[in-house]
T-cell receptor, first 115, second 113 residues
Framework: AQTVTQSQPEMSVQEAETVTLSCTYD???????LFWYKQPPSRQMILVIR??????QNATENRFSVNFQKAAKSFSLKISDSQLGDTAMYFC????????????FGTGTRLTVIP | DTAVSQTPKYLVTQMGNDKSIKCEQN?????MYWYKQDSKKFLKIMFS???????INETVPNRFSPKSPDKAHLNLHINSLELGDSAVYFC????????????FGPGTRLTVT
């Protein structure tokens, strides 16, 4: 069975500081993609960053970067220079490179950026 | 230009009623999905269609029936609504099987009273 675990239900960070959200997953497959999605109060699901499991280099998107440890099945998200607009639920997810490609989601981390 | 749209955005109805949620994508994608987000914010796949063909049908009650009249539409019909069906339902689409990036609609908040 495929599982995604986010062990931090809630986190807070001061504006302009850095915060790291943790995620671990479990799968016996070898070819997959990993994602972080953001869900602000508007409810819209927004893709923040993605990582191909076959790439060793960690993905970065502006202030967002990941620490991907394939052997440990760990995929954490680092947000640098936190902004008020980063306040949201953050979901870790993965999908397989082949097959139906549905996303398996974690339970989410509610992040609050404090002014 | 909305990529993935859902109607309605909010739906309040009574137990026992039948309701539908519509989803349309204008991205030319072949694959569409329905996800359910429960009250604890957990998101789980319900159905997936590729080229109008059912690919995934998770352990969802038979009261839920997806219908894909064409590749751009995937509607969700729910019969005999129950209190436990209250949730946010998200439609999503991707270019096709093997394409990893999914685009989500704005969600439909269903409240069953």
């Amino acid at each position: 069975a495929q599982t995604v675990t986010q062990s931090q239900p809630e986190m807070s960070v001061q504006e302009a500081e850095t915060v790291t959200l943790s995620c671990t997953y479990d799968t016996s497959e070898n070819n997959y993609y990993l994602f972080w999605y953001k869900q602000p109060p508007s409810r819209q699901m927004i893709l923040v960053i993605r990582q191909e499991a076959y790439k060793q280099q960690n993905a970065t998107e502006n202030r967002f970067s990941v620490n991907f440890q394939k052997a440990a099945k760990s995929f954490s998200l680092k947000i640098s220079d936190s902004q008020l607009g980063d306040t949201a639920m953050y979901f870790c997810a993965f999908t397989f490179r082949t097959g139906a490609n549905n996303l398996f989601f974690g339970t989410g981390t509610r992040l609050t950026v404090i002014p | 230009d909305t990529a993935v749209s859902q109607t309605p955005k909010y739906l309040v109805t009574q137990m026992g009623n039948d309701k539908s949620i519509k989803c349309e994508q204008n991205l030319g994608h072949d694959t569409m999905y329905w996800y359910k987000q429960d009250s604890k914010k957990f998101l789980k796949i319900m159905f997936s269609y590729n080229n109008k063909e059912l690919i995934i049908n998770e352990t969802v009650p038979n009261r839920f029936s997806p219908k894909s009249p064409d590749k751009a539409h995937l509607n969700l019909h729910i019969n005999s609504l129950e209190l436990g069906d209250s949730a946010v339902y998200f439609c999503a689409s991707s270019r096709g099987l093997g394409s990893y990036e999914q685009y989500f609609g704005p969600g439909t908040r269903l409240t069953v009273t």
